[in-house]
């Protein structure tokens, strides 16, 4: 993948729409694919619950920073 904008990095960023994390396992980043994926899940398994309802927030907020996460990335950027 050569960099932002790159074909790579929207792949990247549509599997995330449907999977969180997915992409950054795409990308080869398995630390950040696992943060997002655990995270995402976690929030929203929490707002499922009537007592923690906010979480449901929080999760949105996991799961559009792993599809921009994906979409911005940069393998120049990341080794500097």
């Not at 994390?21 to 499922?48: C, E, K, N």
């Not at 906010?54 to 994906?70: Q, R, T």
Request: aromatic share 16%; charged share 5%; with cysteine.
């Amino acid at each position: 993948m050569s960099g932002q904008g790159s074909g790579g990095n929207v792949i990247a960023a549509l599997c995330n729409v449907f999977i969180p994390g997915l992409g950054q396992l795409v990308q080869g980043r398995i630390f950040m694919a696992l943060f997002f994926f655990v995270a995402t899940a976690v929030s929203y398994a929490l707002g499922a619950t009537v007592i923690l309802f906010f979480m449901w927030l929080v999760g949105a907020v996991f799961h559009l920073w792993s599809i921009i996460d994906a979409a911005r990335f940069s393998r120049i950027r990341s080794v500097l």
